[in-house]
């Protein structure tokens, strides 16, 4: 992260370029929930299009999964999510705010926002209470006999209860893996930072099952791997860390949970959580649907319920750190610029092509051209509108790593100029082979520049 990074910063960049919006803001807002706009889509999508290539795309021992939101609610009584899955909350009874009891000295009282809840002699705070993060609703058109259901508060629950599917169907023996992305929802009461912390999210969790007595070694093999993952898509080393959870911290199915954080402008949070689950799950949901859920060796005949190490990430979060860790401010020249260096793959626009003088026919046309030709392989804008100044320094603040010029030097040799986002450098390419370049850099490995 640079140095001097606000959220304040990546919220106003976010905004006036497209990237998130608050939601339903012509109603005044709804806390928690943001919208993404066109950048905003093709970042995220690109996030999650790396980290399935990393799960499933380059493995043999990994497939893929998609399960529906909403599920037997039996499932989530079997999960312990209907009985724990809770926050303790106060109430105040003269602000009429709400607050996590234990968040209490990372919030700000109602009244006078420069204190803590409970902290001014006005200050009423009721006894803690636990309130289930769980939505509900009701399947069925009549409300009072309708069924009531849940939205899902994470992924993983769908996997285990296809695991008897998959692994029958995809031939995989222990270890292997599941990996879903999908949508998630939690009613927090906390609001949060941007798109730290929302209402609903994305994950992209991959459940690894193994035999039980290997789990300790998948899970700091996990835990390396998902660094890895970071690192590889941009985010400098210094940024991250591996913090394990103290005892007093896990959840109820965990034997052993280590965070990823990430140095956000709020500081050291969580960017991912890797868990040794054991055989929690698949156990409670053998004993509470009746199906046994275990791995049966069919030459040696040994069964086992096999352990889960379950690396769980969320998109969003990954997006926020992926924008914090590229932001940056500099002065070229007797001028400003903001520059998102997005690793080339994770950039929502690969290359913009800018015709230099748009009024000139043989100028803007090449340009066209050159444009259709690209974006067949890669998403690439076509921008003619103002100064050339100001569309590089548009396509800086989207991140996007190449731009080519074209010119009036074009008409002449057929070639283009390719301006590289992070060193400003310039060099002529011929037209011809301006895909076969682009395509060569970006598979090319890449790596932030040096911070200043
Ligand atoms: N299946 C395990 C599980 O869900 P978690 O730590 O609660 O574990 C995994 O969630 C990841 O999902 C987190 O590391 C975070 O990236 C993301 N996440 C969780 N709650 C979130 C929220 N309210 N808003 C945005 N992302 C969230």
Redesign the pocket.
């Known amino acids: 992260m640079a140095s001097g990074l606000t959220m304040d910063k990546i919220v106003s960049l976010a905004r006036r370029r497209g990237f998130v919006f608050p939601s339903s803001e012509i109603y005044g807002g709804l806390g928690s929930s943001y919208d993404y706009g066109h950048y905003g889509v093709l970042l995220k999508e690109n996030v999650k299009a790396r980290w399935l290539e990393a799960m499933v795309q380059e493995r043999d021992d990994i497939v893929a999964l998609d399960s529906a939101i909403i599920l037997h609610p039996r499932i989530w009584e079997a999960s312990g999510h209907v009985g724990g899955f809770t926050d303790p909350l106060v109430d105040c009874r003269t602000c009429k705010k709400r607050f996590r009891a234990d968040h209490l000295a990372d919030e700000q009282c109602g009244r006078k926002p420069s204190k803590r809840p409970g902290e001014t002699s006005e200050c009423d705070l009721t006894e803690a209470r636990q309130f289930n993060l769980m939505f509900e609703t009701r399947v069925g058109p009549v409300e009072e006999t309708g069924q009531r259901v849940f939205l899902r508060?994470?992924?993983?629950q769908g996997i285990f209860v296809n695991f008897k599917n998959v692994a029958q169907l995809a031939r995989r023996k222990p270890p292997f893996g599941i990996a879903q992305v999908g949508k998630?929802f939690?009613n927090?009461i906390t609001p949060?930072n941007f798109?730290?912390?929302?209402?609903e999210?994305e994950?992209m969790?991959m459940e690894f099952f193994v035999p039980p007595d290997a789990a300790d070694q998948w899970y700091r093999y996990w835990i390396d791997e998902r660094v890895a993952w970071y690192v590889r898509y941009g985010l400098r080393q210094e940024s991250l860390r591996v913090r394990p959870h103290e005892p007093d911290e896990l959840?109820h199915y965990s034997s052993a949970t280590s965070?990823i954080e990430y140095l956000y402008p709020i500081g050291w949070s969580?960017?991912?959580?890797i868990?040794n689950r054991g055989t929690f799950d698949l156990t409670a949901h053998a004993e509470a649907s009746g199906t046994t859920l275990e791995w049966v060796d069919g030459g040696s005949g040994e069964r086992y319920v096999p352990a889960v190490i379950?690396p769980?990430?969320?998109v969003?979060?990954?997006m926020l750190a992926f924008l914090c860790d590229a932001y940056d401010e500099e002065v070229v020249g007797d001028r400003e610029r903001t520059v998102l260096r997005l690793h080339p793959e994770i950039a929502p626009v690969k290359v913009a092509v800018l015709p230099l003088i748009p009024r000139d026919a043989g100028i803007a046309e090449r340009a066209r051209a050159l444009h259709q030709d690209l974006r067949r392989v890669m998403v690439a804008e076509h921008d003619d509108g103002g100064q050339i100044g100001r569309r590089y320094r548009r396509q800086d603040e989207i991140g996007t790593p190449w731009a080519l010029t074209v010119d009036e030097q074009t008409l002449v040799d057929e070639t283009v100029t390719i301006r590289d986002r992070d060193t400003l450098a310039q060099e002529r390419i011929s037209i011809s082979r301006a895909r076969e370049h682009l395509l060569d850099r970006l598979a090319a490995p890449w790596a932030p520049p040096a911070r200043g």
């Open positions: 508060p994470e992924t993983a998630s939690r927090e949060g798109i730290f912390r929302t209402l999210f994950q969790e959840s965070d969580e960017l991912e959580g868990a379950e769980a990430a969320g969003n979060r990954a």
